[in-house]
């Protein structure tokens, strides 16, 4: 299997711009997980999603965050507008029965910057 | 927040020594993972120990489990300069799927 999928791998944006990051899962996999890393933070959980179905998006920073799920190999992470704090590095991960007893498998993951 | 802190936050040692790396934690958990991050790359799963257990061996990699303490350490022996990277403890609690992470140690092997 080729992993978890991401792109774009880097993304230089300016501030106000519509930025969509993608992933693809690794196939059967059916929890998804968004998670944002930067240096003063850490990794955050963003949002995760069990068979295409939002279950916890506590995490999303504000509503100018949206994820979608249309279908078991596709998830889009979407910022509208977007503004500088934004930049970190985003990345998807997947597994196959949440985070309870199997680990997660991570994309590379996709470097945001908003200037 | 962030559930784990790892200890130290960098750490440097000469290929062939042992590494140490520790993690505390604050609530129960069900099990505690670590994984490894190397420059530019996303997280890679290294080991799970589940809370029920005590110590948990991988390769060159063992896992310490203290519940009453609180507290995880990971032990990398015989290093090799291929095992920098950063390692992040994560926790999983309750009855949530939340993994929550630590900012992780930053580990340098030096040849």
């Known amino acids: 299997d080729a992993g978890v999928i991401q792109s774009p791998r880097h993304e230089v944006t300016e501030m106000g711009q519509e930025v969509t990051l993608r992933c693809k899962p690794i196939?059967?996999?059916?929890?998804l997980f968004w998670y944002r890393q930067t240096m003063m933070r850490g990794l955050e959980l963003l949002i995760y999603f069990n068979n295409n179905v939002p279950i916890d998006d506590s995490g999303m920073p504000e509503d100018r965050f949206s994820a979608k799920m249309p279908n078991a190999s596709f998830s889009t992470l979407k910022i509208q507008p977007s503004e500088p704090r934004d930049s970190a590095v985003y990345f998807c991960a997947s597994n196959d029965s949440g985070t309870g007893n199997s680990p997660l498998h991570f994309g590379n993951g996709t470097r945001l910057t908003v200037t | 927040s962030q559930q784990g802190e790892e200890d130290p936050q960098a750490l440097s040692i000469q290929e062939g020594e042992n590494a140490t790396m520790n993690c505390s934690y604050k609530?129960?958990?069900?099990?505690l993972q670590w994984y490894r991050q190397n420059s530019g790359r996303g997280l890679v799963h290294l080991i799970l120990i589940r809370s029920n257990e005590r110590e948990k061996h991988s390769g060159r990699l063992r896992v310490t489990l203290d519940t009453s303490k609180k507290s995880s350490s990971l032990l990398i022996t015989a290093s090799r300069a291929a095992d920098t990277a950063s390692y992040f403890c994560a926790t999983v609690g309750g009855s949530n799927y939340k993994l929550t992470f630590g900012k992780g140690t930053l580990l340098t092997v030096n040849p």
């Open positions: 196939s059967g996999h059916d929890y």
């Open positions: 609530t129960s958990i069900n099990n």
